[in-house]
């Protein structure tokens, strides 16, 4: 069974008589620090070829974190059914964080579950398989939600110094590695890790020399 045709936007009431197979949880909201980006590959077509070829392109996206609106922690008042988290939504701001509300960016959806509310993201996709709630996570349409948020400026486009620390993470992953190359598994490791090392470079220049032109396909 699957559950679309009852999910609601956030802000609406749930009617429906059938609910999950799981529990009530907490209500969340996307936030991202401005240091916190990955690599995606995004298919786009080649123009530069005569014939049809598809070729990838590698884009700093934002990794967003989940904060859960969880009444009594972090500043959340309320109850489990409606939250307060203004107070919380202000510190991280205060903090150089970006709230995602969802009125403004619609990205969550509720369900009724056992004792209330399941709340997840509307990148998630739910059915009940032998009476167990399976989730499986569409990714692409998540990248493409995060690069259109980029494209509208609702998140301002990644500082240099981050994105050099990202690609420092990845030296030093690769500097382990290098003294046990001789091991076919870590010589296939160490192969993709310094692909995606230069795949780094080549975006984080081109976010440098472009900026928010960075994010057209």
Same mark, same amino acid.
């Given at each position: 069974?699957?559950?679309?045709?009852?999910?609601?936007?956030?802000?609406?009431?749930?009617?429906?008589?059938?609910?999950?197979?799981?529990?009530?949880?907490?209500?969340?909201?996307?936030?991202?620090?401005?240091?916190?980006?990955?690599?995606?590959?995004?298919?786009?077509?080649?123009?530069?070829?005569?014939?049809?070829?598809?070729?990838?392109?590698?884009?700093?996206?934002?990794?967003?974190?989940?904060?859960?609106?969880t009444?009594?922690?972090?500043g959340?008042?309320?109850?489990?059914?409606?939250?307060?988290?203004?107070?919380?939504?202000?510190?991280?701001?205060?903090n150089? *964080?970006?709230?995602?509300?969802? @009125? =403004? $960016?619609?990205?969550l959806?509720?369900?009724?579950? +056992? %004792?209330?509310?399941?709340?997840?993201?509307?990148?998630?996709?739910?059915?009940?398989?032998?009476?167990?709630?399976?989730?499986?996570?569409?990714?692409?349409?998540?990248?493409?939600?995060?690069?259109?948020?980029?494209q509208?400026?609702?998140?301002?486009?990644?500082?240099?110094?981050?994105?050099?620390?990202?690609?420092?993470?990845?030296?030093?992953? *690769?500097?382990?590695?290098?003294? @046990? =190359? $001789?091991?076919?598994?870590?010589?296939?490791?160490? +192969? %993709?890790?310094?692909?995606?090392?230069?795949?780094?470079?080549?975006?984080?220049?081109?976010?440098?020399?472009?900026?928010?032109?960075?994010?057209?396909?």
């Open positions: 069974m699957k559950f679309e045709s009852i999910a609601q936007p956030w802000q609406q009431q749930q009617q429906a008589s059938i609910v999950l197979p799981a529990r009530s949880n907490n209500r969340f909201f996307y936030k991202h620090h401005p240091k916190n980006w990955e690599l995606y590959y995004f298919d786009i077509e080649d123009t530069t070829s005569k014939t049809k070829k598809m070729t990838k392109k590698a884009i700093w996206l934002p990794d967003l974190q989940s904060h859960h609106e009444p009594g922690v972090n959340t008042r309320g109850y489990k059914a409606n939250p307060d988290s203004a107070m919380t939504r202000v510190r991280l701001q205060d150089g *964080i970006t709230v995602l509300h969802p @009125s =403004q $960016h619609d990205y959806r509720s369900y009724p579950a +056992k %004792g209330g509310q399941y709340w997840t993201s509307k990148f998630n996709h739910l059915e009940s398989l032998g009476g167990e709630l399976v989730i499986t996570f569409n990714h692409a349409d998540f990248a493409q939600w995060r690069l259109e948020l980029m509208s400026g609702a998140l301002r486009i990644p500082h240099k110094q981050f994105l050099q620390r990202k690609q420092a993470e990845i030296q030093r992953r *690769i500097e382990r590695h290098t003294r @046990s =190359q $001789h091991i076919p598994e870590v010589a296939a490791k160490l +192969k %993709g890790l310094k692909e995606l090392l230069t795949d780094m470079q080549t975006a984080t220049d081109d976010v440098a020399t472009n900026g928010a032109k960075h994010y057209e396909l």
